[in-house]
């Protein structure tokens, strides 16, 4: 029989989940919807079905997408749970199945099951798929009008092992990169390369060793290099198996970047060593002559997870700001350059996409302008220009929170930067939300358009655009 969710800080306020599924043929409109922005902006987060099975973590929750399609200043709304092997099992027994990280504490009547994940991370269309992600599992199909579950997808059976959240797409050659952690099931140092073409057909796929099993959730790309951050956010099932945590933050492991040039192998990977750290997500990365460049927000120290020895994550260490990483080929030392670009909190950094792996000019990130918003949640948008530093903000009260800004251009010919950033925005004084357009090149100036939900989507991690 189904509980009663906890008093659990990641499942209250914004963070609460959504217990429906609805459908919403035209959102009230505030301002105007510009005529030029036509496609399906989507966005995926954990969405638990049920009380969570031990103890919960705001990564383990069901995925849930939500799809805004818009079209002539028009916006339809509709979510839908993404019906895996967990979620289906769970919904026909009325209440949670699986724990989150550890799994002897699962239901017996599930002690054998092999389930396709939870697929609530992100959600990107490639190949004409639209594919939900969680970096545990293979990707997981949906209809993009729909949402309609079709399934895990494999490419053709061809995919071993599971895929990062955080593929990238090369604008140039339209092919989707991306890599796995914990190759070999389970917790491992074995990870995994792979490259899918335009039309969704996986062409390359090589294994090596990591430096130390780690929870490894986003990577980097240029035109001719693959970045694989390991950062001592460490995996150990022996852990897990004596009650402990499965990820838990070990310092004096230190930071380990890899390097491969994307016309050699996992042979020619270079391995630069840093201080400790962690990186969720960068922005870009690029390469000059012999130097590769990568924005990212970084952490001085893992949030959301626990110290080795049980201890809790130091607060003051745990939140990110944007940085640059310089590594200099020709030099002769494993060490890297680290800069500081701006000193806010900052998180789910963004580009225009049709310069991913390129030398680029303009970034935009969630970010926080007060000490302690009352949403709990990222109160302001920024937008920074790389060739002259200037950081512009669109900054909203405490009881707002932007979720990721996503980059839609005007037109597929438009220069870099020019068209718009959407977003969702949860206020907390009616636990609503709405999806806002912002003019990626003034976004300061606050919202041109907002499409009002009359219910909130619950905070969670990344969307994509999809054009008509």
């Known amino acids: 029989m189904a509980v009663i969710f906890p008093d659990h800080p ?18 009230r409109i505030e301002g105007e919807i510009p005529l030029d922005l036509n496609g399906s902006f989507y966005r995926n987060g954990p969405n638990p079905q049920f009380a969570p099975r031990g103890d919960y973590h705001w990564f383990g929750g069901d995925g849930m997408i939500h799809a805004f399609h818009i ?3 028009n916006v339809s709304h509709l979510n839908r749970w993404a019906r895996t092997i967990k979620w289906k099992m769970e919904n026909e027994a009325g209440e949670s199945l699986f724990a989150i ?19 609530n991370t992100n959600i990107v269309w490639h190949g004409g798929k639209l594919l939900a992600l969680v970096e545990s599992n293979a990707p997981f199909e949906l209809d993009p009008i729909s949402l309609e579950s079709k399934g895990s997808w494999t ?5 071993k092992g599971p895929m990062t959240a955080h593929p990238k797409m090369d604008p140039e050659t339209g092919e989707m990169l991306f890599f796995g952690y914990n190759a070999e099931g389970m917790i491992s140092e074995k990870m995994s390369f792979h490259v ?6 996986l062409t390359r796929s090589e294994f090596f060793d990591a430096p130390y099993a780690a929870m490894v959730h986003d990577f980097i790309t240029t035109k001719d290099h693959v970045i694989f951050p390991i950062m001592p956010l460490t995996g150990s099932m022996e852990r897990a198996m004596r009650g402990a945590p499965v990820y838990a933050w070990e310092p004096e492991k230190g930071s380990h970047i890899g390097i491969m040039p994307r016309s050699g192998t996992a042979a020619d990977i270079r391995w630069f060593k840093g201080d ?3 990186v969720f997500h960068p922005m870009n990365a690029h390469t000059e002559g012999d130097k590769v460049i990568c924005d990212v927000c970084e952490y001085e120290e893992a949030p959301f997870f626990p110290h080795a020895d049980g201890s809790k994550p130091d607060p003051r260490k745990s939140s990110a700001r944007l940085k640059r990483w310089t590594f200099d080929l020709a030099g002769t030392t494993d060490d890297y350059g680290v800069e500081t670009l701006d000193d806010a909190t900052s998180e789910f950094p963004r580009l225009d996409d049709r310069f991913t792996g390129l030398k680029y000019r303009h970034g935009y990130f969630a970010c926080n302008t007060v000490a302690d918003p009352v949403s709990r949640g990222y109160n302001a ?23 990721e800004p996503v980059f839609v251009p005007r037109n597929s010919n438009s220069a870099e930067g020019e ?12 636990d609503n939300s709405h999806l806002m357009i912002l003019d990626a090149e003034n976004i300061e100036q606050g919202p041109i358009g907002k499409a009002m939900l009359d219910h909130r989507v619950p905070f969670g991690f990344h969307g994509n655009w999809r054009p008509l």
Do not use: C
């Not at 609460?16 to 459908?23: F, G, K, V, W």
């Not at 490419?155 to 995919?159: A, E, H, M, S, T």
């Not at 002259?388 to 932007?402: C, L, N, V």
């Open 10 to 27: 990641n499942l209250t306020g914004g963070f609460a989940p959504l217990q429906m599924e609805s459908d919403t043929a035209s959102l």
């Open 71 to 73: 079209e002539n200043g």
């Open 101 to 119: 990280f550890n799994p002897t504490q699962n239901d017996p009547r599930v002690a054998d099951v092999t389930t396709n994940g939870v697929a």
């Open 155 to 159: 490419f053709g059976d061809k995919l």
């Open 196 to 201: 899918v073409d335009k039309d969704g057909n």
């Open 276 to 278: 400790p750290a962690y």
């Open 381 to 403: 948008l920024a937008h920074i220009d790389h060739d002259t530093g200037t950081i512009k903000r669109y900054e909203m009260p405490g009881e707002f929170a932007s979720s």
């Open 419 to 430: 068209g718009y950033l959407v977003a969702n925005v949860y206020d907390a004084t009616t």
